[in-house]
């Protein structure tokens, strides 16, 4: 079981950028799903997350700029950001926490995506 990140890159601010974490392997389902991003020198901290029934939470300082949706068919949730700013320069990792087959049977598993970079330019 594997949780992929994707999507990040060097754009101007006032820019766009769609990070993709897709769940692959023997999982299930996938519950809740957070994404968080940790810049130089400073702690990781959430920026967001969904829940199954698609209830969303946002870190204020991307409120109205930073949208998070699933796609629980593709087994994957994406973090729209919007009118990016220099500070939201950080490695962008997604967490999540899901069912996945274990010798045929259901367990409860949680998984990180490693990270990607996204860096905003003055």
């Known amino acids: 079981v594997q949780l992929q990140a994707s999507g990040g890159g060097l754009v101007q601010a006032g820019g766009s950028l769609r990070l993709s974490c897709a769940a692959s392997g023997n999982i299930v389902a996938i519950h809740e799903v957070a994404w968080y991003r940790q810049a130089p020198g400073k702690q990781r901290e959430l920026v967001a997350d969904?829940?199954?029934?698609?209830?969303?939470n946002y870190a204020n300082s991307v409120k109205g700029r930073f949208t998070i949706s699933r796609d629980d068919a593709k087994k994957t949730v994406y973090l729209q950001m919007d009118s990016l700013k220099p500070e939201d320069t950080a490695v962008y990792s997604c967490?999540?926490?899901?069912?996945?087959?274990?010798?045929?049977?259901?367990?409860?598993?949680?998984?990180w995506g490693q990270g990607t970079q996204v860096t905003v330019s003055s």
């Open positions: 967490y999540a926490v899901g069912t996945s087959l274990s010798g045929g049977y259901p367990s409860s598993t949680d998984l």
């Open positions: 969904i829940t199954s029934g698609g209830r969303v």
